[in-house]
């Protein structure tokens, strides 16, 4: 049994430990010590990280009452060695945790839910809730927590008897047996948790919710706290003015400078599809009536308009339309055929050139790689009029 130092105090940096078994794996060493202020993940908290002696903590488990420090070297049995946690990690982790407590409390308060999934990762939390929360409502959730911040709420840790625990209102992933460890947040949150938490509420800074999704029938919520928290602010608003200088606008206005951009870019591809079908129809006049097969080579469209240039031309008595436009190093194709005859061309194309894409008899798409002359040619043989 490891004596869990951290549960008395998650403050303390330092310590002291024995070294009781040190032995070698495939990825480094494993060591148990007698006591130990590293908390070992669990209940989705990540492992502390920090130093045992000259040795670094890479990861910290924990199995029935023993804890193994992973480390990157070893350690002589029968030492004793001072140990020191990486403060910024536990802290960090301290504050998310906190935050998540008080956020969940609140929330599942509020709908009679329960938090189903917790997870603590580099970037930001995720919290799972099994009920459906309302997007509108998540402003007036995320404004309660941070109530509890504004108020410096303390964070209470205390172990109930079993009588006391019957009558206590908590929140808890399991049914539970023997002694409890509870955290209780004011009137904000009551939770069986083993994890380690700040003093006072106001310590976490913010709690910020930053996703939210449809989760197995229930809400996944994304959310920062703290100092991540902060640096999220300070990036978001870092973009904010960047856009806004570049639009010539203070970075609180950049969401209607977009929208005015927005409808301006609306209008100009309104008028751009007005444009292309007039070139389109202009082409199609270009072409010599009784025309049975054209090829036209075709700069700068994208499938769709290929797709629709083609059907133009073949709505002028042709039999056969071929549209070809450059598709970085090789040539997109549409293949129009009123005698059902496209995938016989693209077949030949292929046994030419190695062309790929597919489609029915009376209209094929793909890409051909080769030289425009040869293109050229290789209709030309086959009677289309070529035209650019």
Same mark, same amino acid.
Request: charged residues 30%; proline residues 3%.
């Given at each position: 049994?490891?004596?869990? +130092?951290?549960?008395?105090?998650?403050?303390?940096?330092? /310590? !002291?430990?024995?070294?009781?078994?040190?032995?070698?794996?495939?990825?480094?060493?494993?060591?148990?010590?007698?006591?130990?202020? /590293?908390?070992?993940?669990?209940?989705?908290?990540?492992?502390?990280?920090?130093?045992?002696?000259?040795?670094?903590?890479?990861?910290?488990?924990?199995?029935?009452?023993?804890?193994?420090?992973?480390?990157?070297? $070893?350690?002589?049995?029968? =030492?004793?060695?001072? #140990?020191?946690?990486?403060?910024?990690?536990?802290?960090?982790?301290? !504050?998310?945790?906190?935050?998540?407590?008080?956020?969940?409390?609140?929330?599942?308060?509020?709908?009679?839910?329960? %938090?189903?999934?917790?997870?603590?990762?580099?970037?930001?939390?995720?919290?799972?809730?099994?009920?459906?929360?309302?997007?509108?409502?998540?402003?007036?959730?995320?404004?309660?927590?941070?109530? &509890?911040?504004?108020? %410096?709420? $303390?964070?209470?840790?205390?172990?109930?008897?079993?009588?006391?625990?019957?009558?206590?209102? @908590?929140?808890?992933?399991?049914?539970?047996?023997?002694?409890?460890?509870?955290?209780?947040?004011?009137?904000?949150?009551?939770?069986?948790?083993?994890?380690?938490?700040?003093?006072?509420?106001?310590?976490?800074?913010?709690?910020?919710?930053?996703?939210? =999704?449809? @989760?197995?029938?229930?809400?996944?919520?994304? +959310?920062?706290?703290?100092?991540?928290?902060?640096?999220? @602010?300070?990036?978001?608003?870092?973009?904010?003015? %960047?856009?806004?200088?570049?639009?010539?606008?203070?970075?609180? !206005?950049?969401?209607?400078?977009?929208?005015?951009?927005?409808?301006?870019?609306?209008?100009?591809?309104?008028? +751009?599809?007005?444009?292309?079908?007039?070139?389109?129809? *202009?082409?199609?006049?270009?072409?010599?009536?009784?025309?049975? %097969?054209?090829?036209?080579? *075709?700069?700068?469209?994208?499938?769709?308009?290929?797709?629709?240039?083609?059907?133009?031309?073949?709505?002028?008595?042709?039999?056969?339309? *071929?549209?070809?436009? $450059?598709?970085?190093?090789?040539?997109?194709?549409? +293949?129009?055929?009123?005698? =059902?005859?496209?995938?016989? @061309?693209?077949?030949?194309?292929?046994?030419? /050139?190695?062309?790929?894409?597919?489609?029915?008899?009376?209209?094929? !798409?793909?890409?051909?790689? #080769?030289?425009?002359? &040869?293109?050229?040619?290789?209709?030309?043989?086959?009677?289309?009029?070529?035209?650019?």
């Amino acid at each position: 049994m490891t004596e869990r +130092l951290f549960d008395k105090d998650a403050y303390a940096v330092k /310590f !002291q430990g024995t070294v009781l078994e040190c032995y070698e794996e495939a990825d480094g060493f494993q060591i148990v010590l007698d006591r130990t202020l /590293f908390y070992p993940e669990g209940g989705g908290q990540p492992a502390d990280l920090g130093v045992l002696g000259d040795a670094r903590v890479l990861d910290v488990q924990e199995k029935g009452e023993t804890i193994f420090h992973k480390t990157d070297r $070893p350690l002589p049995m029968g =030492q004793t060695v001072e #140990g020191e946690i990486d403060w910024a990690h536990r802290f960090d982790l301290m !504050q998310n945790h906190s935050g998540e407590h008080i956020l969940s409390g609140v929330i599942c308060g509020r709908y009679g839910c329960d %938090n189903v999934g917790f997870h603590m990762g580099r970037e930001s939390i995720t919290i799972d809730l099994n009920t459906k929360i309302p997007a509108e409502a998540l402003p007036e959730l995320e404004e309660k927590a941070n109530e &509890a911040i504004w108020r %410096n709420t $303390p964070v209470e840790i205390f172990y109930p008897s079993s009588v006391e625990l019957k009558t206590l209102a @908590y929140r808890s992933k399991k049914e539970l047996e023997g002694q409890v460890r509870i955290v209780r947040i004011g009137e904000y949150d009551c939770c069986a948790c083993c994890g380690t938490h700040v003093r006072f509420a106001g310590e976490i800074g913010q709690i910020k919710i930053i996703g939210t =999704q449809n @989760y197995k029938g229930g809400t996944r919520l994304e +959310l920062l706290c703290g100092k991540r928290a902060l640096q999220d @602010y300070g990036r978001t608003a870092a973009a904010a003015e %960047n856009a806004g200088r570049m639009l010539s606008v203070p970075g609180v !206005q950049v969401d209607m400078a977009v929208k005015n951009l927005l409808s301006e870019r609306d209008s100009l591809l309104r008028s +751009l599809h007005e444009l292309k079908w007039k070139s389109f129809a *202009a082409k199609g006049e270009q072409v010599p009536e009784g025309t049975e %097969n054209i090829l036209f080579f *075709a700069d700068g469209l994208h499938r769709k308009d290929m797709v629709h240039f083609a059907d133009l031309l073949l709505k002028k008595a042709a039999k056969r339309v *071929a549209v070809l436009s $450059p598709a970085g190093e090789d040539w997109a194709f549409v +293949l129009l055929s009123k005698v =059902q005859d496209a995938k016989d @061309y693209a077949e030949q194309l292929k046994e030419v /050139f190695g062309c790929k894409g597919g489609g029915k008899p009376e209209a094929v !798409q793909g890409s051909v790689t #080769g030289e425009k002359e &040869a293109l050229r040619v290789f209709f030309a043989e086959r009677g289309f009029l070529v035209q650019e």
